[in-house]
């Protein structure tokens, strides 16, 4: 969200959660590292899970044991947890465990040389990453387990399919942050199947709160290729370009028709952010994708 809000945005956002649980805290936090401290300890107070309070760092959990403790974090029989993460991840060791962390450590240093700021926020809101294999999925985040993600890249992926990986994950932690801080939805309304639209990630029916996530995030990652990684021609973690920016528009547009038919299914903040990513689109990438389209046909 970093590059639809601002830094100073993000940054405040953990500020005002770090104060719900120490104002004083708060109020004197002179550094993002004393400001990692405090979140810590704020997620702490979720009662979520377990947290170590006193790192700074992300923490690479890859031993099969303890990583199988955290995949339960991503069983929820809840209609807002749809796609059943934990069903896909599997509980074996994985054998390219070590690579992958390795991978995924470089990715992380990359992401820093194109923007230490960003980098630096993605090492305040994530806490941990687990890595457990699956056949048909390459990570995960969830609300039940905020600052955890779960990665399974592939070894085959480049670098730079890695950091959008780490992108993806990040922003869908940035919104639970600010879900907390300003209440995004009506969930019995979001719970209504009526009332889903299409998503503009995996291109599918959803509830509202994982296409205003999906909207987000795509939108992110568009702007992250447009600012500091250049668009791929053979991207592997999200669809190109041209078709990611087709699906965001058709995502946005559904979920537009939505809400225009439940009134106060999003709050104000939610609406903000969809105002925010249809003029984003409008103005960043739907002129892309016109020159994208008409080059394709010169070509062709």
Sequence with gaps: MIL?????????????????????????????????????????????????????????????DDAAKLRQY??????????QQAAVIEISQDGEVNEKKSRIKQALQELSLYSPDYAAIVRTVVTDIFILPSRVAKG???????????????TAYTTADIVEMLIHEFTHHAMFLDELRYKHYSYEMVMDRSTWARSAILNASRPLDKVLHSIVVATEVLLFRKYHLGHPTNPRVHPPTDLMIEQLDESILSTESAISSNDFIFHERAADLLRNARQILENEFLPLHRNLTRNFKRVS
């Design 74 to 83: 991503f069983s929820n029989d809840s209609l807002l947890d749809d796609k």
């Design 140 to 154: 995960g985040s969830t609300s039940q387990a905020i600052g955890l993600i779960w990665a399974n890249p592939k």
């Design 4 to 64: 639809q809000t601002s830094y100073s945005d993000q940054i405040q956002t953990v500020l005002t959660l770090i104060g719900t649980v120490d104002s004083e805290g708060s109020q004197n936090c002179n550094s993002l590292n004393q400001a990692r401290g405090g979140y810590r300890k704020f997620l702490a107070s979720l009662g979520q899970r377990e947290i170590e309070t006193t790192s700074c760092e992300v923490s690479f959990i890859t031993h099969e």
